[in-house]
């Protein structure tokens, strides 16, 4: 018999030959590296502004741009992302749902409640210079 519990802050699925847990990082990893793989997605932004300025996450810290909170009922996951200047914000955040739910669902098996998109900035480029 297969069960699965949280334990503390980690996803823990428990079996016949023992146990299985999922740190809260890394189902943020997860979460992080569908959401820069999908288009419009410039990068992962931090959680606060500073003085009105999004502060834009390389990939080692991408994971700090995701809150993950765990329930007996399933996953809700929060992001703070950076979009493109010139994409339809709308459409950028409703894709990245989806992609987030689906990867999250596939690599963990568990049902995903909620996935909230914050747009933290726009990224735009001019004449190749990045602003």
Known sequence: MKSK?????ALSSTASLGR??????VVASIVA???NESYGVVGMAARGLRDGIAERLNR???HR????QVTAQGIVVE????VEYGTRISEVAHNLMS???YHLEKTLGLPVLAVNVNVQGIHMERNGARF
């Not at 519990?5 to 802050?9: A, I, L, N, S």
């Not at 741009?65 to 993950?68: I, K, L, S, T, Y």
């Open 5 to 9: 519990v949280r334990t503390g802050d």
């Open 20 to 25: 299985i847990e999922v740190s809260p990082r």
């Open 33 to 35: 590296h569908a959401a």
């Open 60 to 62: 080692e810290n991408a």
């Open 65 to 68: 741009g995701v809150q993950v």
């Open 79 to 82: 992001l703070y992302v950076i």
């Open 99 to 101: 992609a987030v739910r």
